[in-house]
């Protein structure tokens, strides 16, 4: 059982947008900065978004993050095959006073 | 290039140890808070530990807290996981990460704890 908490997937065809949403509570999103990781098959993660919605060097602006409250949003426009992976939000949690994560969310793109 | 390697994990009986490494380069380590997260076969990610850019503060999660230890050595650019007490629960990919916000990902070592 996850402390953050994600859609188990997401599917749409290609050139279509998904969001993908991050609930949590006032200890962990509502008082603290949101990541999100995108994970190829395979592979290591890759940090997508950081500080609720900043992209780092390199990372298309077809995604986007946003926060409101105690969740978080992940969106994906233009999808593409090669968007096809897992998806996890963390944040740190104050009352916890360790990082956590969202289960994760595999998008699927038709 | 900014880079995270990560070395030293195996096949290890349960309730053995295991010390795991990672390796900066591309950057000063002493300057960042650095991060271990695993994933268990099939899982999602686990937020396992981390630690101040000075070794002085140190955070678990309760499921390895008093079994792990994470230590950093900045003269030589090195991330330390010394893993005691290990259960099949333990089995899984361990990253090292830089920042507590993660930007840099090692390739991940593999630990089976099997007997």
């Known amino acids: 059982q996850s402390v953050l908490t994600q859609p188990p997937s997401v599917s749409a065809a290609p050139g279509q947008k998904v969001t993908i949403s991050c609930s949590g509570s006032?200890?962990?999103?509502?008082?603290?900065?949101v990541s999100w990781y995108q994970q190829l098959p395979g592979t290591a993660p890759k940090l997508l978004i950081y500080d609720n919605n900043k992209r780092p060097a390199g990372i298309p602006d077809r995604f986007s993050g946003s926060k409101s409250g105690t969740s978080a949003t992940l969106g994906i426009t233009g999808l593409q095959t090669g968007d096809e992976a897992d998806y996890y939000c963390?944040?740190?949690?104050?009352?916890?006073?360790?990082?956590?994560f969202g289960g994760g969310t595999k998008v699927t793109v038709l | 290039e900014v880079q995270l390697v990560e070395s030293g994990g195996g096949l290890v009986q349960p309730g053995g140890s295991l010390r795991l490494s990672c390796a900066a380069s591309?950057?000063?380590?002493?300057?960042?808070?650095m991060t271990w997260v695993r994933q268990a076969p099939g899982k999602g990610l686990e937020w396992v530990a981390n630690?101040?850019?000075?070794?002085?503060?140190?955070y678990y999660v309760d499921s390895v807290r008093g079994r792990f230890t994470i230590s950093r050595d900045n003269a030589k650019n090195s991330l330390y996981l010394q893993m005691n007490s290990l259960g099949a629960e333990d089995t899984a990919v361990y990253y090292c990460?830089?920042?507590?916000?993660?930007?840099?990902w090692g390739q991940g070592t593999t630990v089976i704890v099997s007997s």
């Open positions: 630690i101040k850019p000075d070794g002085s503060v140190k």
């Open positions: 990460a830089r920042k507590n916000g993660m930007d840099v």
């Open positions: 963390g944040a740190w949690d104050d009352s916890l006073s360790t990082g956590v």
């Open positions: 591309g950057f000063t380590l002493s300057n960042y808070w």
């Open positions: 006032s200890s962990n999103i509502g008082n603290n900065y």
